[in-house]
């Protein structure tokens, strides 16, 4: 099955400055891997996702690159605000079997912007 | 627009007790999604279905787990009996198709069990 390892735990940086969560995945067919955003007390929700067939993709302040030789993906937060503090999941699906496309979370980033 | 919605929002039970939770999925998705969050064990796919079928239910627990999707804009999600290990944040998500599109998670259920 995938195995999704996201670092770090805990990131904590200045307002205005550059904010980039990595995370390794274990299925080298998985083709699509998307990032949420979990504020306090509410549902994740999508942020940004890429799939296999680019390499890098941008949407304003926010930024995945892929590297599927390496099997790692990484989001950058340029710019950072305090509203950009919350938790922060990666995940990538199971390319085969019964559980395909069934998605593995990562363990969490808890991002803290200080103002 | 209304997104997913679920009930209760928060339930606190009795060890024992039967807890049903209750899932509406955006109106045109035909996949839904419940997943648990705890801290030790994080983010975790409990089962999905697409067009009303369960599809995987590899990650319910056990017996005393289990899941109905009646129509295309309703499922439960029902513990019986509970246990204090079941306590956590369950979550409802629906994608238009499939779980390898962007998944929309609703506000969750907050489950203690005493």
């Known amino acids: 099955g995938e195995n999704v390892e996201q670092h770090p735990s805990t990131l904590s940086v200045q307002e205005g400055d550059s904010a980039v969560i990595k995370c390794t995945y274990s299925?080298?067919?998985?083709?699509?891997f998307p990032w949420y955003k979990q504020e306090l007390g509410k549902g994740p929700q999508l942020i940004i996702d890429i799939r296999s067939n680019v390499g890098e993709k941008k949407d304003q302040r926010i930024a995945v690159t892929l590297n599927k030789t390496a099997k790692h993906f990484s989001l950058h937060i340029t710019e950072t605000q305090p509203e950009d503090s919350a938790v922060y999941f990666c995940a990538a699906p199971h390319a085969g079997g019964t559980s395909y496309g069934k998605l593995t979370f990562g363990q969490g980033t808890i991002l803290t912007v200080h103002p | 627009d209304a997104g997913v919605i679920q009930s209760p929002r928060h339930e606190v039970t009795e060890m024992g007790q039967e807890v049903t939770l209750r899932c509406k999925p955006i109106?045109?998705?035909?996949?839904l999604f419940w997943y648990r969050q705890t801290m030790m064990r994080g983010l975790e796919l409990l089962i999905y279905?697409?067009?009303?079928?369960?599809?995987?239910d590899s990650g319910m627990p056990e017996d005393r787990f289990s899941a109905k999707m009646p129509n295309a804009s309703f499922s439960t999600l029902k513990i019986q009996p509970s246990e204090p290990r079941d306590s956590a944040v369950y979550f409802c998500?629906?994608?238009?198709?499939?779980?390898?599109?962007?998944?929309?998670f609703g506000p969750g259920t907050r489950l203690l069990v005493l």
């Open positions: 109106s045109g998705h035909n996949s």
């Open positions: 299925d080298s067919a998985s083709n699509y």
């Open positions: 998500a629906s994608s238009f198709s499939g779980p390898s599109e962007t998944q929309y």
């Open positions: 279905f697409n067009n009303n079928v369960p599809i995987d």
